[in-house]
């Protein structure tokens, strides 16, 4: 681990105001960098477990970041007892303004002198169709999304499928699903995967047996420690691979 973290939030400008971002910087006497990576929310907002991936991230030698997408109905975070409470924040978030999110972040990025081939993004839930919707919509290092519903089937008028995407995408793309995902039928992730075969770029879909939907989280019911100890293991693997290489400080 890394043991002279830098954690802090930042406020960022976007077209819809401000944006409150949670930092998390490997300390300047441990391992090199290796990239930046944005960490994008579950529907339950930037919690203690989004603080905590972004942190592994930063532990992994990544400068992280994780925006706060819930901006604008106020920014909240939940726990993961009662879903009926994150669906007002939810529904006020369309694809535009998740892609607005995300170039302000970007922005924020590039300015600690990363280039976007440098950076890459990591969604969970809601987070992992967006980090789809990212792979779609801007050229970064790789990308990567944990259970993103959404992507096949629409979730709602302001929540369309993301497979009109591939034919353009310009972000390698990696996603991992749980087989008992109540929100996501096997039958999707399957015809995900064949549709990926067409795209430009490398991507993979990786299916986890007897997994259910959140199963990286360990503060929910749902985690499963083999599945997640392995996604977190083809998400570094996959950041290592697809992000460009950082320059070694001169002497």
């Known amino acids: 681990m890394v043991s002279h973290m830098d954690t802090r939030t930042v406020q960022l400008e976007t077209p819809d105001g401000t944006m409150a971002t949670y930092e998390a910087v490997p300390g300047p ?26 942190r592994r991230c930063a532990s992994a030698g990544y400068h992280a970041v994780a925006p706060h997408l819930f901006h604008r109905t106020g920014d909240p975070s ?81 929540v369309g499928s993301l497979l009109h995407l591939i034919p353009t995408m310009r972000t390698p793309w990696l996603g991992l699903f749980g087989d008992e995902d109540q929100s996501i039928p096997v039958a999707d992730v399957e015809r995900l995967r064949s549709e990926l075969a067409g795209a430009p770029v490398g991507t993979d879909v990786v299916r986890y047996p007897g997994a259910e939907h959140g199963f990286h989280c360990d503060a929910r019911p749902s985690y499963a420690p083999t599945a997640a100890a392995d996604g977190w293991r083809r998400t570094l693997d996959w950041l290592d691979h697809h992000l460009a290489p950082v320059a070694p400080p001169e002497a």
């Not at 939810?90 to 694809?95: C, E, N, P, T």
């Not at 792979?135 to 709602?156: D, K, M, N, Q």
Request: proline share 2%; net charge negative; charged share 20%.
């Open 29 to 54: 006497t441990e391992r090199p960098k290796r990239g930046a990576v944005i960490v994008i929310q579950e529907a339950f907002g930037v919690n203690a477990h989004i603080e905590d991936v972004t």
């Open 78 to 158: 939940f726990g993961y007892d009662d879903f009926s409470l994150v669906l007002e924040h939810v529904g006020a978030l369309d694809d535009d303004a998740i892609r607005s999110d995300l170039q302000a972040t970007l922005g924020h990025l590039q300015a600690a002198s990363w280039s976007l081939d440098q950076i890459g993004v990591v969604g969970f839930c809601m987070g992992g169709r967006a980090s789809f919707l990212a792979a779609g919509s801007f050229e970064l290092g790789a990308a990567v999304g944990f259970y993103g519903a959404g992507i096949v089937t629409p979730r709602s008028e302001r």
